[in-house]
């Protein structure tokens, strides 16, 4: 078949010219696949807000008010994104359903906590960041002297960050960060909820810090902690944190001492919501029973003393963490998870479970002793430095205990995992 003089003379130039045909190559590959990631995400970011209208154009009674949002935004987070992706994804969501957003945009860190003490009430708090911006919300919604009521405030959490650990627990996991974020802010429209556990460390001298995640220390916490160091390594910096880990700080052997209370089982839950009222006569004759019921005399039933266990031995880490990751759908005991992870590693392994932690902090090697606690103090020893990381930030290594307190706050989630976490039988484990 004969070449056009045209085509042909094509050929020749990117023969001739085969590196700048090349490297234009690419740059129109890169240019069509920004293009088309942005008109996926514009085709998204227009379904869900049709989805939103919806609840926006429903009727409220005359009675109803409108619900109120108190949004703290993170603009820092996702180096400096974060701000440009909730104006762009989650904002017009969230008008469109018809909520009255206020948003509270934090300058420094630690300011959520302050802000959270002067927060008046509100239908729902919103947080848009990642796990250091929740953490402080969290923590400065249990510290205030009216907890009690504050915490039945329904949260929502719209991943921003650079690190989003309770996420996958709430929304479905995705690599697309516009579907994740239209995802999380659709399941706030919506209104599905579900318990979740938190941890409340305590130490020596401040005020209590609360958790979602849990508490990690040890030398592969150490190791990752030195990350954005080797940036210019590109994807080889995570196995390089954890070799140059090795040559500098080997072994990595820690001492630790623990003493825990084990689960406690959780108490039967009878609804009497959905059960139909006695009728006239029957609800006469159940007072009329009491009234003339001889009077029992008050039994007092002995109080068990609490019975600690302790553990004491060489760890490369401990790990406390929630269960919130982890569904149970028959659930019986209410229990945080200790994992003591064993010190007799290689530096193979060393560097191979360090790189698995960066994308699972929480993962338990083979070979790690794991308990089931409803409270322990964690004990270092004297002299200890470094740091802990408590929803992956930062904060001073001192001997702690550590409290479960469970399913104390409500998560806004996907529908899917609701059911899930409720159960076949659809009530709470």
């Not at 209104?191 to 810090?209: A, F, H, N, S, Y």
Request: glycine residues 6%; proline residues 7%; charged residues 25%.
């Amino acid at each position: 078949v004969p070449v056009p003089a045209s085509m042909a003379e094509l050929l020749r130039t990117v023969r001739r010219h085969w590196k700048k045909s090349a490297l234009a190559a690419l740059a129109l590959g890169g240019a069509g696949r920004w293009l088309h990631g942005h008109h996926r995400d514009n085709l998204l970011r227009r379904a869900a807000c049709q989805e939103a209208q919806e609840f926006g154009n429903q009727t409220l009674p005359i009675t109803a008010k409108v619900k109120k949002a108190t949004v703290f935004l993170n603009p820092a987070a996702c180096k400096g994104k974060a701000r440009n992706l909730f104006e762009k994804n989650a904002a017009p969501i969230l008008h469109l359903a018809g909520i009255d957003v206020t948003v509270v945009k934090t300058e420094y860190e630690g300011q959520a906590k302050k802000l959270l003490e002067l927060m008046e009430v509100t239908d729902m708090i919103i947080v848009a960041g990642g796990d250091g911006t929740l953490q402080e919300v969290i923590t400065g919604l249990l510290r205030r002297e009216d907890e009690a009521t504050f915490s039945k405030i329904p949260i929502g959490f719209i991943p921003l960050g650079k690190m989003n650990s309770l996420s996958p627990a709430l929304y479905p996991t995705n690599k697309e960060q516009a579907r994740h974020i239209l995802n999380a802010t659709l399941a706030i429209v919506k209104g599905e909820t579900v318990p979740l556990d938190v941890l409340e460390i305590q130490g020596d001298k401040d005020r209590p810090v609360f958790a979602v995640t849990g508490l990690r220390w040890g030398a592969y916490r150490d190791a990752a902690a030195k990350l954005p160091k080797y940036w210019y390594l590109g994807p080889l910096k995570d196995k390089a944190c954890h070799l140059i880990s090795v040559i500098q700080t080997w072994p990595p052997t820690r001492q630790a001492s623990i003493a825990y209370l084990g689960p406690t089982e959780i108490p039967p839950t009878l609804s009497q919501e959905n059960l139909p009222r006695p009728s006239l006569w029957r609800r006469i004759l159940r007072r009329l029973e009491l009234y003339w019921a001889t009077p029992k005399e008050a039994r007092v039933e002995p109080v068990e003393p609490l019975v600690w266990e302790e553990v004491e031995k060489p760890t490369a880490e401990v790990t406390i963490s929630t269960l919130n990751k982890h569904v149970h759908l028959k659930r019986t005991e209410d229990a945080m998870n200790i994992c003591i992870e064993p010190d007799a590693v290689s530096k193979r392994q060393f560097v191979t479970i360090g790189s698995q932690k960066l994308t699972d902090p929480f993962t338990c090697p083979e070979g790690s002793h794991i308990l089931q606690a409803s409270l322990c103090k964690l004990h270092l020893p004297e002299g200890t430095e470094g740091f802990f990381s408590i929803d992956n930030e930062d904060h001073e290594a001192v001997s702690v205990d550590v409290k479960l307190l469970p399913r104390k706050l409500r998560f806004f989630c996907d529908s899917n995992k609701s059911q899930i976490q409720l159960g076949e039988s659809g009530k709470p484990p």
